[in-house]
């Protein structure tokens, strides 16, 4: 019987060539990745000049005190492919309005921000078609009431299959 030992494979710089290339491919490839993901995302930007921003804040504090003193309601209805937005007085009875714009705006993705413009469908409720995906959205509602400032509706919502839950 014969025994064949087998000579150990060497370590060579070939070897440790292949090992630091395959580290630092490694990590260009999560960097590469990061970055892509980073700049195709939220940018995280809320206003373009927080100093500005800071001195307008105690004049919207104001407006938005006098708009919930008037005691209006408004009414945002989503269903269907159809937005519709009514808004009513203290006493239940409609607010005549102008014109309404409504702002869909998604938390985290910018691009994915959309605005529509309602028309007037009957009585005094607007509507326009827009099926928003499915999610949460942020909609800024600007209706134009004949005040000095739009009336301001802002709200945080759930769209589940087209729909306001």
């Known amino acids: ?63 938005g005190r006098a708009q919930a003193a008037l005691g209006w309601t408004g009414k945002l209805t989503i269903a269907w492919g159809d937005v519709r937005y009514s808004l009513s007085d203290a006493a239940g009875k409609p607010v005549p309005l102008h014109g309404v714009k409504v702002l869909f705006r998604h938390p985290a993705y910018e691009a994915a921000d959309k605005s529509v413009t309602l028309a007037l469908a009957s009585g005094q409720e607007f509507a326009a078609k827009h099926t928003p995906r499915d999610g949460v959205w942020i909609v800024e509602v600007d209706a134009d009431a004949g005040l000095t400032e739009p009336y301001r509706d802002v709200r945080r919502i759930m769209i589940s299959h087209g729909a306001l839950q």
């Open 1 to 63: 019987m014969s025994a064949s030992t087998q000579k150990p494979r060497e370590f060579t710089g070939r070897h440790m060539l292949i090992i630091i290339l395959a580290f630092f491919g490694v990590i260009i490839a999560v960097n590469l990745t990061m970055a892509t993901l980073a700049s195709t995302s939220w940018t995280g930007l809320v206003v373009e000049n927080t100093y500005v921003a800071s001195q307008q804040f105690n004049r919207k504090a104001e407006e």
